[in-house]
T-cell receptor, first 117, second 113 residues
Framework: AQTVTQSQPEMSVQEAETVTLSCTYD???????LFWYKQPPSRQMILVIR??????QNATENRFSVNFQKAAKSFSLKISDSQLGDAAMYFC??????????????FGKGTHLIIQP | DTGVSQNPRHKITKRGQNVTFRCDPI?????LYWYRQTLGQGPEFLTY????????KSRLLSDRFSAERPKGSFSTLEIQRTEQGDSAMYLC???????????FGNGTRLTVT
């Protein structure tokens, strides 16, 4: 079974600074997807960024980027120029490639990100 | 707004009662997923549908839980004989096709007293 581990229950960063959230996962699959989702207090899960395992290049979305290390099974999220609106729970998630049968996302326990003004 | 819609947002029920939640996915999405999220945890996969077919059920989905998607559009999740351990946020998500990102609704928070 796949597992996703987020070892940082809470992180705090000053506004405008950079923060990195850690995620490791375990799988025997070679093709899969990795995601970071954000869940603000309003509770709707919002997709932040997505990485396909077969792509060597790290995904980037504006101020959000990932450091994907496939051999190490590590998938960290870097948030640059942190803004107050970035405050939320951040979940790392794994999803097998669709041909594998199991289609659901496996989530980590989340990291609570606090932005200090 | 054409996002994923879930109703009700909150449900308080007494132990032993039955409850039903509804999810309306994004209209062109053929896949629909149910997740459960307890306090301090990430969402846990319960089940998913492709069109009207329920293709996978987690072992978390006990016999008291049933989900349907009769016309391949909206879905319902019913919990029979609710227990206090069923108290959680129930999230619905939808996607277009197998490898598309999931879009989540706001969830239904269930409290069993």
């Amino acid at each position: 079974a796949q597992t996703v581990t987020q070892s940082q229950p809470e992180m705090s960063v000053q506004e405008a600074e950079t923060v990195t959230l850690s995620c490791t996962y375990d799988t025997s699959e070679s093709d899969y997807y990795l995601f970071w989702y954000k869940q603000p207090p309003s509770r709707q899960m919002i997709l932040v960024i997505r990485q396909e395992a077969y792509k060597q290049q790290n995904a980037t979305e504006n101020r959000f980027s990932v450091n994907f290390q496939k051999a190490a099974k590590s998938f960290s999220l870097k948030i640059s120029d942190s803004q107050l609106g970035d405050a939320a729970m951040y979940f790392c998630a794994y999803r097998p490639y669709s041909g594998g049968g199991a289609d659901g996302l496996t989530f980590g326990k989340g990291t609570h990100l606090i932005i200090q003004p | 707004d054409t996002g994923v819609s879930q109703n009700p947002r909150h449900k308080i029920t007494k132990r032993g009662q039955n409850v039903t939640f509804r999810c309306d996915p994004i209209s062109e999405h053929n896949r629909l997923y149910w997740y459960r999220q307890t306090l301090g945890q990430g969402p846990e996969f319960l089940t998913y549908f492709q069109n009207e077919a329920q293709l996978e059920k987690s072992r978390l989905l006990s016999d008291r839980f049933s989900a349907e998607r009769p016309k391949g559009s909206f879905s319902t999740l019913e919990i029979q004989r609710t227990e206090q351990g069923d108290s959680a946020m129930y999230l619905c998500a939808s996607s277009f096709g197998a490898n598309s990102p999931l879009h989540f609704g706001n969830g239904t928070r269930l409290t069993v007293t």
